[in-house]
């Protein structure tokens, strides 16, 4: 019998599918990243996906596993073809516990809907990324993502207390308990966290929940130029406030967001920080003096939101960066090569110093945006499809950005994924430790059945 069919067989007919004009649909993801998959198959239950991987056994093809599709380092892309896992259809949520602060779900769950569930009991699932509208929490879980609040809740992995897991054999494991805290046996829920895919598929996921803080306010600040904010930040985090979230918006950034919408309120500067401060009303007070403190020798211009309209206002400047990026120059046929680079927090204002003596050096305009208050910054160029010059150029500048937050202790990735686009990089920021990510690898998936290609392994 054809692959095709027996998939039909498990998922049934209209679950599976070889025709061309579907496979397009699930050649790339939010990144520059292209591969092509033989077959799409939409499970709806763990004995699904467990049928599939052990079909997958028997024609020793790969399998990859999508969420969204939104990733931004080709993660979900099926560069050695195989079989695609489209998540999407297992998205119920199974419970919403509030006295043991827990949510069950499915992983295909859309990140947004989670939350518009989870309000109605005072509740949310910190975990905050630009793309919350669109991307799973299967997805969230595989790239271990994060967002505007990590820097005071953290990442996904703080809000993960067992997944449900199938395993590149067709075993299925649950990896941690139900319990807020347990310690028995090695930390397996840990390490399919972050693990895009390539150790085991997430049928299920047993998350943490947090309660809704009471307030919030939201402020900004506008300085000469992204070094001063960049100063700004190290010493409003070192004076003991954790803003609830602290987004950068460079000089490049702002222009381009002024292009695109001329309405917004921004003013014209090096730089723009942008604080929430959220918990109880005497506690956010207190954090927005102390910023404003802080703030008031560095900073020209300093904006507090007196209601939530003017809250959204604010808001909006930083969810409209990814639109914007076409504005740089609006001529050209352009595409967006974005990076995730994180630093440790002090290192902040010397990488982008970096970056911007790197944009005359080229002599490209590079936006820099991004979560500054935990050490991420996210740079966006723009070019020329077609011209070569042009391509090469950007990779060059890329590959500096990545090598600089590597000599200064950062990473290469601190939310999007390694994927395929970063995966060159691995070796020389995790050494040793690469080889021993290889052999979990070689020991959990020894066909290499599960995402192959990604993440150096
Ligand atoms: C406009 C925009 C804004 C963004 N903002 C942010 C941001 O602020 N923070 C951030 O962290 N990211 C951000 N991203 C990147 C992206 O949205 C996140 O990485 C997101 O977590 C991916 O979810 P997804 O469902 O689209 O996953 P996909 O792209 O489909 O997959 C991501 C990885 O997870 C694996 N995976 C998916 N589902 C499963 C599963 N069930 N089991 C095992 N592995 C699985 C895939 O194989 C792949 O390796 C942004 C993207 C866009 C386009």
Redesign the pocket.
Known sequence: MKIIQELQNIVGSNNATSSKSQLYCYCR??SQVKGMPEYIAKPSTTDEVVEIVKLANKYDIPI??????????G??VPIKGGIL?D??G?KKIMSIEPENLQAFVE??I??SKLNEALEPYGFFFP??????E???????????????R?VKYG??KNYVLDLE?VMADGMVINTGSKTLKSITGYDLTNL?VG????L????KALLKIHPLPKMRSVMLASFEDAELAGEAVVKILANGIIPSACEILDETTIKALKAYDPGLEISDAGAILLFEVDGTPNAVNDGIETIRDVCSSIAFEIKTASDEAEAQKIWRSRRLV?ASISRIDPKLTRVYMGE?IGVPIKEIPQMLSYIHKLSSEFDTPIMTY??IGDGNLHTGMAIDLLNSEQIERVKKIADCIHKKAISLGGTVS????I?AARAEYVEAEKGNALKVMSSIKKSLDPKNIL?PG?MGV
Request: hydrophobic fraction near 30%; charge should be negative.
């Open positions: 993801d939010a990859v596993t999508r969420g969204a599709g939104t990733g931004m380092a993660g979900a896992l998540m999407s297992m992983p295909g859309v990140h975990p905050d990324p630009g793309s919350s669109m991307c799973t929490i299967g997805g969230l879980i595989g790239n271990n993502g994060s967002g505007m990590s990442t996904t897991v399919i693990s895009e895919g390539t085991g598929i997430i049928t990814g995730d991004g979560h601190a939310e999007h994924g994927g995402n990604k």
